[in-house]
């Protein structure tokens, strides 16, 4: 038993890395720095710039999200993968897929 975890912690740390190496890089914008400080716009295109600026913001927050869940899921992927072609092979089948 101690074995299959050991096996199966190298696998994971197997996965971890490689996926990595070959996963696109997730990163957000940074934050704006009209959104600093206190007080008001000094006037309404300042306001709007700003607004653009965090709209744009919001966005790559969410891209990023969308890229770190797209990762997840193709890490897990990849485990349920190895540990299915395990298991076949633990029963002795000629052929795993």
Do not use: H
């Not at 696109?24 to 309404?44: I, L």
């Not at 600026?53 to 990849?78: G, H």
């Amino acid at each position: 038993m101690m074995k299959l975890a050991i096996i199966l912690l190298s696998i994971v740390f197997l996965l971890t890395d490689t996926t990595a190496g070959n996963a696109e890089e997730c990163a957000t914008a940074t934050p704006p720095t009209c959104v600093q400080g206190s007080g008001y716009f000094d006037n309404k295109d300042a306001e709007k710039t700003c607004r653009d600026a965090v709209k744009i913001y919001q966005k790559s927050v969410s891209e990023f999200w969308d890229c770190q869940r797209a990762q997840a899921n193709a890490v897990n992927d990849e485990a349920r993968k190895v540990i299915r072609l395990f298991n076949c092979r633990v029963r002795g089948k000629e052929t795993c897929e």
